[in-house]
């Protein structure tokens, strides 16, 4: 659901994806699996660092909803440095919220945890993040709160009402 809003989200910042690989011409950024390190179609022979995630999401919309977001980052021993890239990657989705259709998810950091593979010549780090669902609610008609935030989106600029 909302992994594509979350893979745009962390392509598109440059602080980022300066430390990142390329794969097709794009920042190595995964949802679930990377591609085998012998793909054709990583660039310049480059594979590290890249970021693969999972998110898990459970429950009833009807009553509670969340879940959790694993964001792993991987690099070759030595260049660049996972120690450099979780502040930046945590920064940039703790506290967001991703919005695919009418689904809404807030990510809350819980904690990072370092982690090397001597077999693989890889280190990392895995960020893992609390996910609050938003999930729309309706009430019976006339819909009181849809009202409710329909007035509130359109009078007041700079506020950004879940789910409306």
Known sequence: MIEQALYEHLISQNELTDFLGKYAGKPAVFSQEAPADNDDKWEDGKQYARIVFAVDIQGDPERAMGGTLAVDIVCKD????????????????????????????????????????????????????????????TTSNPDIIARINAWTASRFEDVHVINY
């Open 78 to 137: 030595g260049e660049p440095f996972p120690e450099d890239i979780e502040p930046i990657a945590r920064k940039l989705i703790h506290g967001y919220f991703f919005s695919a259709d009418s689904f809404t998810v807030a990510a809350q950091w819980k904690n990072s945890s370092y982690f090397t593979e001597p077999t693989n010549e890889v280190c990392g780090c895995t960020i893992a993040f609390e996910l609050l669902a938003f999930p729309v609610i």
